[in-house]
């Protein structure tokens, strides 16, 4: 307001020109909002990826089976924090474990864990009853003596 009101035709110009400076400020702070907002999209993005990988992480998350996971943890745990990483920071020995365990569960999928466990079978030998009870039948077929490994 620059002057003083004295009649109702400057009243309606001066609620005029209001209006028109309150609209143009509306737009003026919906610019620099979404101004702000492309500024900071990018570190939006960035957490909520790290908020992603972060749940994905948590050793409930892992989409296998047990068993093979605390083999990982333990496998992960002593190759990777007591040997590669033995003179490396806190947080590093911390991280990058979970993350190659994670990473490691992810990758043994339920069809390449019933790969790896069939080659840990046959590494290890068979020691099923039901397998030893085939190798001594076809022992007797071929008329050798069963081998005993089977105890």
């Keep these: 307001m620059s002057k003083k009101i004295s009649s109702y035709e400057e009243l309606v110009a001066e609620k005029v020109r209001l209006q028109e400076l309150l609209a143009l400020q509306k737009t003026a702070i919906s610019n620099n909002v979404s101004s702000l907002e492309e500024d900071v999209r990018p570190m939006t993005n960035g957490l909520l ?10 050793r ?3 989409p296998t089976s047990p068993l093979l996971n605390v083999g990982l943890d333990i496998g992960v745990d002593m190759i990777l924090r007591r040997w590669l990483l033995r003179k490396s920071g806190w947080l590093t020995r911390t ?19 019933k790969a790896m466990l069939s080659k840990m079978r046959s590494f290890f030998g068979d020691n099923g009853p039901e397998q030893s009870a085939e190798r001594k039948a076809a022992a007797e077929e071929k008329g050798q003596e069963p081998d005993h490994t089977d105890r």
Excluded: F
Excluded at 95 to 111: C, H, I, K, N, Q
């Design 95 to 113: 991280v990058v474990p979970l993350l190659a365990s994670t990473l490691m569960a992810r990758y043994l999928g339920e069809d390449k864990q």
């Design 49 to 58: 990826v790290m908020g992603r990988v972060l749940t994905k992480i948590g």
């Design 60 to 62: 409930r998350n892992r």
